[in-house]
């Protein structure tokens, strides 16, 4: 994974006012906006997660990160839908039922995104009827739930026990501060992430899993 292009380092960096026109220079220079993406700002992203697992950087830092990839996307969208150009995978992302914090799932979904990961975000208090019902219409590849309360790991259950029950053939990935690997290994659960840069790999390991 090469991190030394300008564009790269502008979003690793979180020079967001720098993007467009770094953006501009690769379309210039030749480069199609899929292989931008690919190349350019999904490596800038994965070290991004990279440095937050390793605890050299925090939330703050990628969040400005986050918000320098959404510029080049700016740039590169109209391109993208022009060429036909769409992410190889789909992942549905959820606070579960009686449970309104959503920072971690925003960085989940950010990250994802910068990933190039197709993301449909339900918000918060997702019930399991209503992922149930985004499962069918949208035929994700992996499924995200997240918990920050001890209160609402058993609707993170009853989620995963619903998805299951519906015969959706879609991977499901759980995580919050009270959750463990134990627990998802518990209810049944495909796996398990500690951080939003875990998330990444668990979320692209399973999908490429599961495409084998």
Known sequence: MN????????????????????VQQCIDAGEAAGDIVEKRLVPGMMEIGERFKRSEIFVP?????????????????????????RPEHRALIGTVEGDLHDIGKNLVATMWKGANIDVIDLGVNVTPAKFVEAVAQHKPDVVGLSALLTTTMPAM????????????????????APVTQEFAREIGADGYAPDAGSAVDMALGLMRGSSN
Do not use: F, W, Y
């Open 3 to 22: 991190i030394d292009h300008p564009l790269t380092q502008a979003v690793i960096a979180g020079r967001r006012r720098d993007v467009p026109a770094l």
């Open 61 to 85: 830092e990628m969040l400005i990160a986050a918000r320098s990839m959404k510029e080049a996307l700016k740039v590169l969208e109209p391109m993208l839908v022009a060429a036909g150009v």
């Open 157 to 176: 259950r009853d989620a995963v026990h619903a998805i299951r029950e519906s015969g959706a053939k879609t991977r499901v990935v759980i995580g919050g």
